[in-house]
């Protein structure tokens, strides 16, 4: 095989605590698609966004055609060749679209941009809205922006992170088409994505990743699928938990309960992305609420949660409901407070801490100290700020807090996002145990694995309706053609 | 009210809002970066002894005019040191940055000139009155027989909108302002372009305040610029951050401020202090009811850092 | 917009604070040198004039820091909740104009009666002022950075039209009020000096604060809404506009009893330009005190005696006053720029250790 376009070698990255990357190597060969695996937090997206531009490694090395690179900036890298269309998107949300793809033509005048992004549009067949706002697009629509954007300036390397997440099946086979038709044009194609039976279905070579190192590269025609996904979560005791957990232990029969115990109901939810949402919540239930991001699911976990009062429609939920909402450092805790505060935040309205104008602060430490040692937050004392603990830790604390409610169900929104193998795996443990214990749980993910795993029941979110999954559809592609079904009712 | 009662109205109207228009044009172009600079008080008055200064020492407004945005530019440089290198908060630095700036301004002003303050007698901006254009009924000689830097601002107000709109520039100081990390990701380098911005600001603020002493007042006092700097930020945000309804709203607020000649004449009597705090009120009043919840851009205020 | 410095720990912020001061004061010296003083001098000067002897220290210092005591609490506490209260000087304004009116007003009043009354009245008025303001970011969603600062604005020139129109003493020459009544004057703290009630009844606040700061649940809520809102409001269920509300106009009615206690307690009379700027002062003191109500103590005498020892220096070595002003913005920047490093110092990666 010819040199690689680009070649890393034991890159490493650590933030804070985490160590991201330990060691990690990739080869791009021009012509080839690879694809990149690993299960959550093994480096994926750290890799990528090194090779972006977006992340200065701490060491390692980076050969592009053979020549030793180091890539300041985005802009670097951009020179370089490389091209990389982001997990999240990057698109300004207050600009048109047409101004967004100027912008990753940024230095050609505007007129020039015109016709680079018609011809580009003409070649590839990613069609979108040009004049309409960002804000007022869709995801699929976001996302080809995104993708257009960096093909408007014809890298040699593109590397793609999570791109078919907000997609439609079908949407995502048009993108693999493309992406092997660029690859025939002889670039280097990267894809980071989630499912193993995508990857596998338009890679040419593939490479694993495990908590931060590369463990395994290897042909698509010789690798089985058995292979790979031993070497995703590997032979350590956290992933045997995790395998345990994922293989078994979501597997559990229907508990009988009575049916008729409906914890919170919503009757015709009308209101800021929510039309017309209808649905009941039982005890003892996993209900998993699918979709892909944005289509009105935090909207709905916030009237869920008794967070949002609807504007239209009838919301019974509890008085009280355990809410672990999806952005941990912005809605579910105060970084700059420490974890006797954050739990204070939440614990200190309910009745058992008094109803004076002070704060209890000795029972709410006590408290705190509890929920520190019964949840096994790794923090050295309660007296730590919340913001200097790991991802899973605070997850921890958040739903150690959320339970302490005493709440009769519980609303999760992505609750295992960021987390690394063991911490999800704790948490998809919690609920199972809870919804065992006879609580209601509305499990939010757009993590289509985590709530068929999951779930009793599922529900799925397309443009702020909701759409119930069938027990004989719930599996990926009925699932996904229920996303796409909804998409095309409602337009 | 006579026709020369009006002229008259009008030509205050306009000489009152000039200083105000190229201030905020100005801040208006730092505000679309994301920087609101609330420090620019300090740039107009250290603009207004610059220019004092600069003109004695090379015996020409015109230079006085170039020495004052340079001193403005130079405070703005200090805002920028702390709020975009340091990534400090912006409102706080502001409020450090004006204060200082009036105090060092006074500070240098009594070193120079002793603690009275003996009346300077600085070479002054006069008006020049375009031909044709001045002889319009009414607004003519309001609108054109001003001093240069009165058609400056015309000229920059449509100017700093086709730059912002119109190029690929402009399209990236926007992007800066509304979504740096988007931005950054598409190869701009957001504390560049909010460095520049914010320079820019501090060098207009500073013409704005080499305006007031040249063209004005023909002299320097302490504390002349009297608030301007904040005034301008509320004219920004009545303008919606856009180059030329700013220089409207600018000339909006300096008719409210000449509004006194106008009820006067009419007959009102009512207190100067009165008048004096009206464009205030009313700018208040414009705000809460012209620009409602009209959107600022949505990473103004906010520090920004890479993450690498 | 959140609060853009956390509030520090105590102890950081001491150091934050003496570090700050350390390095205004070696910048001060130099800037004094390149204006061709002698730093020396003038530094004796300050010291002679603010802390040289005991009657200095009180009746100057500790009365110059009065009316920043109440105005750097205000903004503390609004800085606190998130709130960007730019607008203590015309806080302070207003609340002086409604003290003064009531002390002329209800003359005949008992000091028992009439004091609390003025004091009273500036605390409304100065709420009154901030209402505005509240009301605009609440209902409107304007920011309060601009709104406070052309409510300064009125509330400079609706003073200015009280002592030049309806207040004006009574000859109508001068434009001030008339002298307040004896029965609506605050008495003195330390007899024989020039030191008022008002400074005990700032430290009173002062205590006040912390106290609900550290202990009541008003006070979490506070800091919960200006740590995060979005936390306050998921998280804690607390509604955040009713915590602003609250903050914003206590706030407001704090920094009117700087006014009102200047007037009720020192000058006895409304003047035209009976505030030095104190209200934009007070960031400098709030930010300097770490946002802690301990802190602005310390911070409002430091920034009194500044004021007071350049009125020395201004005299004594001919350095002009307005040197006061760089120092405070060089303090202000000086914290800025070392909680900058101190930031960037925790936020680095700790290279060992494990994961």
Redesign the interface.
Known sequence: MSDPLVRLRGVQRRFGRVQALAGAELDLHAGEVHGVLGANGAGKSTLFNVL?G???PDAGSLEIEGVQTALG???DA?SRGIG?V?QH???????SVR??L???L?????TE?GGVVEATMERTGLRVPLEATVSAIGVGDRQRTEIL?TLLRDPKVLVLDEPTAVLTPEEVDGLFDLLRELAGEGRAVALVAHKLDEVLAVSDRLTVLRAGRTVLTTERAGASERALVAAMVGSGVADEIALGVHRTGMKRDAPARDPSAVVGRLTGVTGERLTNATLEVRAGEVLGVAGVEGNGQHELALVLAGRVRPAVGVAQVPDEVAFVPQDRRTEGLVPDFDLTENIALALSRLDRFGAGPLMPWDALEEEAERIRTRFDVTAPSVATLAGALSGGNQQRVIIGRELALGAQMLVAENPTRGLDVAAAAYVHGELVRLAAAGLAIVLVSTDLDEILELSDRVVVMTRGRIVVVPGNERTREGVGALMLAGRSQTG | MNQIELTLFLESAVRLGIPLALAAIGETITERSGV?N?GLEGSIIAGALGGALGALAFEGAGLGVLSGAMAGLLVGL?FAV?AIG????????G??????????????Y??RFG?TGTELSLPTLAPVAIPVLSEIPLVGSALFAQAPTAYFAYLMAPIAWYVLF???WG??L??TG??P?????????VRLVRFMATLFGGAMAGIAGAHLALAHAGTFA?NMSA?KG??A??VV?LGRWNPLLVLFAALFFGAASALQFFLQALGFDL????F??FP??L??AA??GW???S????AL???WE??? | ?SA??APARAREAALLGLGAVTLTLGAGAVLLLL??YDPVAAGASMLRGSIGSWNTFVSITLVRSVPLLFAGLAVALAFRAGV?N?GAEGQLYAGAVGGVWVALTFTGLPSLLLLPAVLLASCLAGGLWAL?PTL?RLR????E???T??????GI??A??MV??PLQEQRGVFPQTDRIVEAARLPALIPGTRLHIGFGLALVIAAVLAVMFRRTRLGFQIRAVGASPQAAAVAGRIDPARVIFISFLASGAIAGLAGGAEVSGLTYALYEDLSD?WG??A??VA?LGGLRPGGVVVTAIFFGALQAGAGAM?RDA?I?A?????????V??AV??L???RAARAAAPTGEGGA
Do not use: C
């Not at chain 1, 998107?89 to 600009?95: D, I, N």
């Not at chain 2, 207190?271 to 009165?274: F, K, L, R, S, V």
């Open positions: 972006g977006l992340l200065a900036s985005p802009r951009w990389l982001h998107f990057t698109l300004v949300p207050a600009l101004e967004n100027a912008l990753g940024r230095g050609r005048s505007l941009v954007k | 609101i609330i200090v702390f340091l990534g400090a908060d912006q409102i706080i630095t409020t450090a940055v004006t204060i200082g700036g009036l105090g060092m301004t006074g500070a240098i009594q070193a603690a119109k190029t690929a399209l990236e926007r992007a509304e979504a990390a988007a931005a950054e990701a598409a190869g701009v380098r302490e608030g904040f005034i930020i509320a945000v207190a100067y202090q009165i004096l705090a205030y009120v700018t208040l705000l809460a620009v409602g919840k959107r600022a851009p949505a205020a906010l520090p890479p993450h690498r | 917009m853009g410095i204006g061709g960007w730019i505005v605009m409107l969603g304007i920011g950075v601009i709104t600062i052309l409510m300064n604005f009125v020139y609706m200015a039209w030049h129109g700027g934009y002062t960031i400098a930010l201004q001919g002009p307005a040197w006061v002003d760089v120092v405070e913005a060089l202000i920047l800025l720029g909680d900058r490093v």
